[in-house]
């Protein structure tokens, strides 16, 4: 093998291996797949990769600009033309699959989003019966336990924030334990000492 070939040669695997590996979004789907198919043309694949760039910054509200930096995106200008000239979103193929992906990766935002929601409730209702233990260890004994690692004391309750947190975290779970909200002034007075809190309606 000659010294120019062999130069070439490595030279070639150095940029295989350095390439980026091609971005395959989480929401990529059947139908987004065949409306990057669709697109014909020069240099198809760095228009798919544009359209998919594209579309990730639309769903999540992310610069725009940013995609068409890219070295692997086209530009700016080839993206929306120039003098006159059309650019590749004006290519009835582009904009379908940019409106195709576009739509699937927003409704996969909301979707994580909800999920997100959900796991925040399920803390939420894991945490209850622990809000409500230490809501009535509180009321009758003055006191809170706190767990450290694996050890577990009790310290002196700081009554007014605790009722507060405690019950913050119950008007999350169920009607059935929130605060309605229209209940008169309560005066608490506490077992242990002389000390009173008042409630006023609503927390």
């Not at 650019?87 to 576009?102: K, N, T």
């Amino acid at each position: 093998m000659k010294a120019g070939s062999a130069r070439q040669l490595v030279k070639s695997k150095l940029i295989a291996t350095t390439k980026q590996p091609p971005f395959r979004p989480d929401w990529l789907s059947y139908e987004v797949h065949q409306a990057l198919e669709a697109i014909r043309g020069d240099h198809v694949a760095k228009k798919q990769l544009t359209v998919l760039l594209l579309a990730a910054a639309i769903a999540g509200d992310s610069p725009q600009a940013q995609v068409f930096k890219r070295h692997d995106t086209c530009n700016r200008v080839t993206w929306y033309g120039r003098d006159g000239e059309p650019g590749w979103r004006d290519d009835p193929a582009i904009a379908e699959a940019l409106q195709v992906a576009s739509q699937r990766a927003l409704w996969w935002m909301r979707v994580r989003q909800g999920g997100a929601v959900q796991n925040a409730l399920d803390v939420l209702v894991d945490a209850a019966p622990a809000a409500a233990q230490q809501l009535v260890r509180i009321a009758t004994q003055g006191r809170v336990q706190v767990v450290q690692g694996e050890e577990q004391r009790f310290v002196e309750a700081d009554v007014v924030h605790m009722v507060k947190a405690a019950n913050s975290i119950l008007d999350r779970v169920s009607e059935t334990t929130a605060d309605k909200g229209a209940t008169k002034d309560v005066t608490i007075k506490l077992s242990w000492g002389e000390a009173e809190v008042d409630e006023g309606a609503g927390g």
